[in-house]
Nanobody, 122 residues
């Protein structure tokens, strides 16, 4: 079992930055690829960014590419999402997720955090 706990959400103005963190329990964090998804009410959960086991390979949704950066620290069991140049349309609940093998863009992950709210005002 892996438990994920996100933090770092909040209210930010358009153009500002936020950094989300997700801490995983257990000693097998480096065995899981990690991803960040986001969801607004009434819509499906949307892939934002994913990172490989070692952190060398990353992938992003077109909507966040060039503005968001995903990274991980396996020694700290933590994955991050640095969000710059925020836009009102980035407003959502952000979830971190873990699965084995490879990053996929569908929400077919084995473990999920409880989510953290990000609100961007115009």
């Amino acid at each position: 079992q892996v438990q994920l706990v996100e933090s770092g959400g909040g209210l930010e103005q358009a153009g500002g930055s936020l950094r989300l963190s997700c801490v995983a329990s257990g000693r097998t964090f480096s065995s899981y690829v990690m991803a960040w998804f986001r969801q607004v009410p009434g819509k499906e959960r949307e892939f934002a960014a994913g990172i490989s086991l070692s952190g060398v390979s990353t992938t992003y949704a077109d909507s966040v590419k060039g503005r968001f950066t995903i990274s991980r620290d396996n020694a700290k069991n933590t994955v991050y999402l640095q969000m710059n140049s925020l836009k009102p349309e980035d407003t959502a609940v952000y979830y971190c997720a873990a699965r084995r093998l490879v990053v996929v863009r569908t929400p077919t992950y084995d473990y999920w955090g409880q989510g953290t709210q990000v609100t961007v005002s115009s």
